[in-house]
Structures are given as structure tokens and as C-alpha cells.
């Protein structure tokens, strides 16, 4: 079979099987935290592993509070944890020498406030400065009314994350300004004022400047949050009234307030559990309809529209909801593809064909970015249920999620089917015990997706489990690299095989797909992939059974002489 990654009509991003890094945890040479040197070093690995482009999680300069690299302080530079520019430069090309193309994280929603634009904004002493960066952010009056200003927030907006400090209020009061600004994260993460031009320009030219380093694509992040104008008083514009000047939006006709929250947030487990009138739609998303009422598309224009085809821009999204206004404005305004965050279950086919069909069609074949895990869930193999069947459970999960269309992220470490670590054996660096019940607010990795369990350092050396900033436990030996690269059976090897399966077998890469939904009902995730002219492959999944089969039809000049040829093929057999 033909590579299909050789088609020079498709922008290599289409399909394109992309490594998420998240530096801070994948190598540390010294121990601690991890650096752009522990990557270069491990330049051959993610070679090996078939992989066409990595993602890197923020490296940028940053406070490293809260965030960790998602609240960057300084768009251009490295943040010294994790090296120099001159590292940076040294990664890129070294990948790019192996065939790799290279994406990084952009935080375009916020900075820290460390941030010299911030600083400018909310120093009306500042003079000029002042001047040109005051509309820079999001700021607001305090509401008319009695009692002191700082008490007197401009409407009920909650944080995204109302565990990650203060007091669940999407609003802080600055002194200096006698306004509030807002932070739809973390307090310390003022939210960009997107809508002003000049602050579009100094985006662009962040861009500009990473491509001149050789960065083939940006992710960005928190794109949902970008649309913000006017400030509503309290309560969330109502879906069906476009007229009204809000941009969250009332779910099940509920109003839930910040106190509500941040009380639910300390109690609950954000995984399971939601308010009452919150829908089962990533909750924290569900706050967020911006487009439909106000023409995100102009935005995303005006920062991504200039572009060329063959840059990458995967948009964090959500395609839950049907909005077909928001969609078009989305892909139209300059987003290339929708990274998805996550799956369904596929313990449940029915819901796991279903939710794929719906992304596919809403946003496209071309369009779509499935990923099993990332940075900010879960284990991909704990979240679905798959843990107790090993090795096994996690190969089947491989295939299943490569055989998808549109372009697939793996997240370090789905390679070796960890699982989640027991929370309560992992250890950041400079503490000695962990308090599973205690709430810091200055837990710099806590999070509401519970993604210590995913953030944890890459086990490469068995007997080293206690290396890096957030250790891991012993349950983790058994996954290490190098219990793995002696295994011919194990999950490493797996990912290693199938992924060079899926570039023999262009119908897998860029086949249209076909669901079938009486399969689902079966308990069986069943589809076909085909590629015009050249092949038809149907993927067969058994996911109370853990079996897979592919059975192929190879097309063009033999099909059209009536001579097509089916078999079974023989694809890398799981681990027992």
C-alpha cells in the first residue's frame, strides 16, 4: 500500500496523527521538572513511534502558579524551568530533521498577570503605557447599588474553576483602576480583550514570530472564551434571545451563582457530578454560547484568517450542542480543525457512534481532531473502564481511536496504556505527604479534571518512580519504557505496529466513514472507512469481547474489471 501521507493535495494537518507533550512532566534529566533538553533527548523515541507532528503543552515565560505554562507571562520567550530560546530552537529543528512537524499551545484567552500588558492595564500611573494597553483586558464598573465598590461585582458571572483560588467570581477587583477585571479561569489569569484590534495585531505578530522559528501549526486553547461583548447583569443570556448583550447562556432555566458553585466545586467531583440545572455537557463549557450571538467569526478572522493553508489551527471546542451558526463561524473564521478534548466511552457503542457521527457531520470529516487522552482529563484507560484488562484493554482502545477520520492526538503516555495513579502515593516535588481532602488554593497542580492522575512524569526507568516534580507511584513500574521495549506483547510495541498499519491503509488515513448503527445496538462499534479509487476497509470493534477484525476491499482498475478482491487483514494482534 501507498503512504497516504504522501498525497500532496491534502494539507498534511487533515490527518495528521499528532504527540501531545506536556514538557513539564516528560523528561527531566536532573530530576524536577521537565525540559526542552529531556525532550531532544527523546527525539528518537518519538520518531520511532510513527507519530507526524507533537504538540507541546505551554513553555512559554510564566509564573508558574496556577496554570503551569497556561498563563504565560511573555509570549516570545522560554520560561527558564524549562530551558533557553536556544533549546527551543534546537527541539524544532531536530524534529523537523526526523519528518515531524511541530504545534504549539497558544493561550490567546488570558495571561498572568505578570504579564507587562497587564501591568500597563491596571496602572493608570503608568503614563503612556497606560494609554496604549488599558483596553487591553476586560474591565468593568463595580454595579450601581449600596455598600463599597469592591462588593459590588458588575454581574453573577462564576469562574470556569472555582476550586483554583478565590472566591468562584469570574470578577476581581483592582485597586488601582477602581474597576474589576474578568478571569474566566484562575484570579491570576486575566481574561485578553479580544475584540480590540490592536490586541488582534499583537497576536498575530506572536504567531509570526514562532512560524519564523520553524512552528509548522498552533492549538488554542479556551476558544470558547474568546467572544466576549458587553456586560449582562445577572443571569446568563437565554438561548433563542439573540438580541440580549450576554455571552453565558441559562441551561435547564437555572441561574447558578458563584457562591453555589464554588460550595458545589469544594464538595463534589467535577467528573460525575454537576448542579442541579447544569446538563451533562462538560459543565464548565456550558456556560458558553458566544458565537451564536456575536459573530466570533470576525474575531477569529481578524487574529487566524491571514494564515496559510498549510498552518495548523486546531481550536479547542465542544461540539455537544447543535448550533450551526456557531460551527460555520468557527471553521470560516480561520480554525482549520475542532479538537474535541475527548471521546465517549466506547463501553457504551450506542452513545460512542452516535457522538462520533454528530462531530463528524457537524464540523466534517476533514475537521474533526478526536483525541482518547490529553493534559487535561483522566487516563484514557481508567476513564473508560478499560484498566482491569491491561495491556489488552489499552491496544484495543488504540486501534478503535486511530481508526477514526480527521486527525487523532495521543497524549504521553496512552503509548504505554498507563492508567490514573493513586492520587493519594503521588508527590510533588519539595512536599512530603498529600492531603487528599484538603483544599489548597495554592496547589499549583490542582485541577477540577482531576489531571494530576495524566500530568505525572513519563515513566522511563523502572527504578526510578520518584523522579520529576510530581512523582509517580510504584503501581507505574510496570508501564515504564523499559520493562515495555523488552516486551514484545506490550502496549508500546502495539501503538508502534498499528500506527504504521493505519500508513499502509490509505482508507484509515483518509477514507470517508460509514457508521453502522444496528452493530452499536449489538454492543458492536462497527465502520467503514474508503478511500476512492483505492481501497474499502471495515473496522470491526467487540467491545464486551476486546476482538477487532479489518476486512478489506481493494478498488481501482481491477474493481472496474469486476475483479474486486476482499480480505481479512491481518492487523497487529493485541495483547492477550
Not at 42 to 68: C, N, Q
Not at 508 to 513: P, Q
Request: glycine share 8%; net charge negative; with cysteine.
Amino acid at each position: 500500500m501507498t503512504d497516504s501521507s504522501s498525497n500532496p493535495s491534502r494539507p498534511w494537518w487533515q490527518n495528521a496523527l499528532i504527540y501531545q507533550i506536556y514538557p513539564l512532566s516528560f523528561n527531566a534529566p536532573q530530576g524536577g521538572y521537565g525540559t526542552l533538553r529531556g525532550i531532544i533527548d527523546k527525539v528518537d523515541y518519538i520518531a520511532d513511534l510513527g507519530v507526524d507532528a507533537v504538540w507541546f503543552s505551554p513553555f512559554f515565560k510564566s509564573p508558574m502558579t496556577f496554570g503551569m505554562g497556561y498563563n504565560p507571562s511573555n509570549y516570545y520567550h522560554v520560561e527558564e524551568t524549562f530551558g533557553t530560546d536556544a533549546d527551543c530552537k534546537e527541539m524544532i529543528d531536530k524534529l523537523h530533521a526526523k519528518g515531524i512537524k511541530v504545534i504549539f499551545d497558544m493561550v490567546f484567552n488570558h495571561t498572568a498577570q505578570e504579564h507587562p500588558w497587564f501591568q500597563a492595564s491596571a496602572d493608570p500611573q503608568s503614563g503612556d503605557d497606560y494609554e496604549k494597553y488599558k483596553d487591553f483586558y476586560i474591565w468593568a464598573d463595580p454595579a450601581p447599588g449600596e455598600g463599597p465598590p469592591e462588593s459590588r461585582f458588575p454581574n453573577n458571572w462564576p469562574t470556569v474553576t472555582p476550586m483554583q483560588g478565590g472566591d468562584g467570581r469570574a470578577w476581581k477587583w483592582n485597586e488601582s483602576r477602581q474597576q474589576f477585571y474578568l478571569h474566566s479561569f484562575a484570579e491570576n489569569m486575566p481574561d485578553l480583550n479580544l475584540q480590540n484590534p490592536i490586541v488582534q495585531e499583537e497576536l498575530r505578530k506572536v504567531m509570526a514570530h514562532w512560524q519564523e522559528q520553524g512552528v509548522d501549526g498552533f492549538r488554542c486553547d479556551a476558544v470558547p472564551h474568546y467572544f466576549k461583548v458587553g456586560i449582562p447583569a445577572d443571569g446568563y443570556a437565554t438561548p433563542g434571545e439573540p438580541g440580549k448583550d450576554g455571552i453565558y447562556q441559562e441551561q435547564n432555566q437555572s441561574v447558578i451563582t458563584a457562591e453555589e458553585l464554588v460550595r458545589w466545586a469544594h464538595k463534589n467531583d467535577a467528573s460525575d457530578k454537576r448542579p442541579k440545572g447544569v446538563t451533562p455537557i462538560d459543565w464548565n463549557d456550558s456556560f458558553f454560547d458566544p458565537m451564536r450571538y456575536q459573530g466570533g467569526g470576525d474575531v477569529l478572522r481578524a487574529i487566524f484568517g491571514g494564515l496559510g493553508d498549510d498552518v495548523a489551527v486546531i481550536g479547542e471546542c465542544s461540539a455537544a450542542r447543535d448550533h450551526s451558526a456557531s460551527i460555520e463561524d468557527y471553521l470560516q473564521g480561520g480554525m482549520r480543525q475542532c479538537f474535541m478534548g475527548t471521546l465517549e466511552n466506547p463501553r457504551d457503542p450506542v452513545k460512542f457512534v452516535a457522538s462520533t457521527k454528530a462531530a463528524i457531520e457537524k464540523f466534517g470529516m476533514d475537521r474533526v481532531n478526536f483525541a482518547g487522552g490529553n493534559h487535561d482529563n483522566n487516563r484514557m484507560v481508567s476513564r473508560w473502564g478499560f484498566e482491569k484488562e491491561g495491556a489488552r484493554g489499552a491496544a484495543f482502545l488504540a486501534a478503535l481511536t486511530l481508526s477514526l477520520p480527521g486527525s487523532i492526538c495521543l497524549f504521553q503516555g496512552d503509548e504505554l496504556g498507563l492508567p490514573d495513579d493513586d492520587k493519594s502515593k503521588m508527590q510533588r516535588k519539595g512536599e512530603s505527604t498529600r492531603d487528599k481532602e484538603k483544599y489548597d488554593p495554592k496547589n499549583l497542580a490542582h485541577s477540577l479534571y482531576d489531571s494530576e492522575t495524566s500530568r505525572g512524569m513519563m515513566p522511563w526507568l523502572s527504578n526510578q518512580m520518584n523522579k520529576g516534580w510530581l512523582a509517580i507511584s510504584r503501581k507505574m513500574r510496570e508501564f515504564a519504557v523499559d520493562v515495555q521495549e523488552k516486551d514484545e506483547h506490550s502496549t508500546l510495541k502495539f501503538y508502534r505496529q498499528f500506527i504504521e498499519f493505519r500508513k499502509e491503509h490509505p482508507a484509515l488515513r483518509e477514507g470517508t466513514i460509514l457508521f453502522d448503527e444496528r452493530e452499536a445496538q449489538k454492543g458492536i462499534i462497527k465502520f467503514t472507512r474508503e478511500c476512492e479509487g483505492v481501497e474499502r476497509v471495515t473496522c470491526r470493534f467487540d467491545v464486551k469481547h476486546l476482538t477487532m477484525k479489518f476486512d478489506v476491499v481493494e478498488l481501482g482498475h481491477a474493481a472496474r474489471l469486476g475483479a474486486q478482491r476482499e480480505e481479512h487483514v491481518h492487523a497487529p494482534h493485541l495483547p492477550r
